[in-house]
T-cell receptor, first 117, second 115 residues
């Protein structure tokens, strides 16, 4: 099956700094990648949808200047949390959508736990 | 906009027994997909089963089956012969028909399988 990786799996950063999370599709080309945020014991909240080579589409209420998304290639998308604050601490998950007849399928990364101190 | 509702925050089942998780959704779309995802303590999202709305036949994957009622907009998951490894959060999700479209998740049901 298709594999999606995320790096790092855990990160701790100080308030005011920026942190970058990478999402890679390892064995397929991902036309579209999605970024989610998940609070403890809660559901996944979609933050943004990114298509390779174009600007990301952000969900309502998500600050695009704070959560920078880049989808520079068909196998890599990055989420940068800028000027992080403790309230940005959360579990961030990416997923990647494939091409062709299985384009409805989304493959999820293992997630990144961000802690802002 | 689509909404997905899971009315059971927590469920418990004895090992080897059968349990059914409920899910209802609201949409004006005619073509769409429905999914059940499992999120174990590792937090890796795992696809359990999917259903295409145009298919009348209920999807089945080994011990997992769904009861898809399109008119009622209901999509329940039945887990037969429950195993300890089935302990997880289960999310019902909706996706419109179209490449690269987004998933809308329900709030989840936490399932505990008792030994």
């Amino acid at each position: 099956g298709a594999v999606v990786s995320q790096h790092p799996s855990r990160v701790i950063c100080k308030s005011g700094t920026s942190v970058k999370i990478e999402c890679r599709s390892l064995d397929f080309q991902a036309t579209t990648m999605f970024w989610y945020r998940q609070f403890p014991k809660k559901s996944l909240m979609l933050m943004a949808t990114s298509n390779e080579g174009s600007k990301a589409t952000y969900e309502q209420g998500v600050e695009k200047d704070k959560f920078l998304i880049n989808h520079a290639s068909l196998t890599l998308s990055t989420l940068t949390v800028t000027s992080a604050h403790p309230e940005d601490s959360s579990f961030y998950i990416c997923s990647a959508g494939g091409q062709g007849s299985s384009s409805y399928e989304q493959y999820f990364g293992p997630g990144t736990r961000l802690t802002v101190t | 906009a689509q909404t997905v509702t899971q009315s059971q925050p927590e469920m418990s089942v004895q090992e080897a027994e059968t349990v059914t998780l409920s899910c209802t959704y609201d949409t004006s779309e005619n073509n769409y997909y429905l999914f059940w995802y499992k999120q174990p303590p590792s937090r890796q999202m795992i696809l359990v089963i999917r259903q295409e709305a145009y298919k009348q036949q209920n999807a089945t994957e080994n011990r997992f089956s769904v009861n898809f009622q399109k008119a009622a907009k209901s999509f329940s998951l039945k887990i037969s012969d429950s195993q300890l490894g089935d302990t997880a959060m289960y999310f019902c999700a909706f996706m419109k028909h179209g490449p690269g479209d987004k998933l809308t998740f329900g709030t989840g049901t936490r399932l505990a399988v008792r030994p």
